[in-house]
């Protein structure tokens, strides 16, 4: 984060950055806020199985995901669940569907820069399970797992592990 040297107001080499989340001018009374990016993650079930998808681009290439990304401005959460699998799956979601299950802060570190998240769990259970058109700039394969044959090391991102790791234990018996 502290690449960006120039004050976007000033223009001099002056701004600083606070080590956590703001750049200040120390010659101008410019602020720029690097605030959290709220993100989401369905967990889609049917029966005892849970889809996962392998990403196919970096972070993590190759790793097991779970479908979904970043909210977008002036979006809700539950319209960000729909428009991800959408794109990535090419499958349409109720969003009246869609139980959310709590979330986690994450770190999403993307070509050099660490961004600081929210990662929003939904649950999303299907009747059937569906052929998918994979967008393959993100995804591989999409894989359907038993709670039981997943090894949370295949996860790409660390605040998964940890949600899966207690959700898991609900539906292991």
């Keep these: 984060?502290?690449?960006?040297?120039?004050?976007?107001?000033?223009?001099?080499?002056?701004?600083?950055?606070?080590?956590?989340?703001k750049w200040s001018c120390s010659e101008c009374d410019f602020s720029l806020f690097h605030n959290v990016a709220g993100a989401v993650a369905v967990l889609i079930k049917y029966n005892d199985e849970i889809l996962f998808t392998?990403?196919?681009?970096e972070p993590m290439k190759g790793k097991l995901d779970l479908p979904g990304g970043f909210v977008d401005p002036k979006e809700s959460a539950e319209v960000t669940c729909v428009r991800e699998i959408s794109e990535e799956l090419s499958y349409n979601i109720d969003p009246s569907g869609l139980k959310h299950l709590g979330s986690l802060p994450n770190?999403?570190?993307?070509?050099?820069?660490?961004?600081?998240?929210?990662?929003l769990f939904?649950?999303?259970?299907?009747?059937?399970?569906?052929?998918?058109?994979?967008?393959?700039?993100?995804v591989s394969e999409t894989v359907w797992l038993k709670p039981e044959n997943l090894d949370l090391e295949d996860l790409a991102f660390e605040s998964q592990k940890l949600f899966l790791s207690g959700y898991l234990k609900h539906l292991i018996k």
């Design 1 to 21: 984060m502290s690449a960006l040297r120039y004050c976007m107001k000033c223009g001099r080499e002056t701004l600083q950055w606070d080590g956590e989340k």
């Design 54 to 57: 392998r990403r196919s681009q």
């Design 107 to 119: 770190v999403y570190h993307y070509n050099g820069t660490d961004y600081n998240t929210l990662d």
């Design 122 to 138: 939904y649950e999303y259970a299907t009747d059937q399970k569906f052929d998918v058109e994979l967008d393959l700039a993100e």
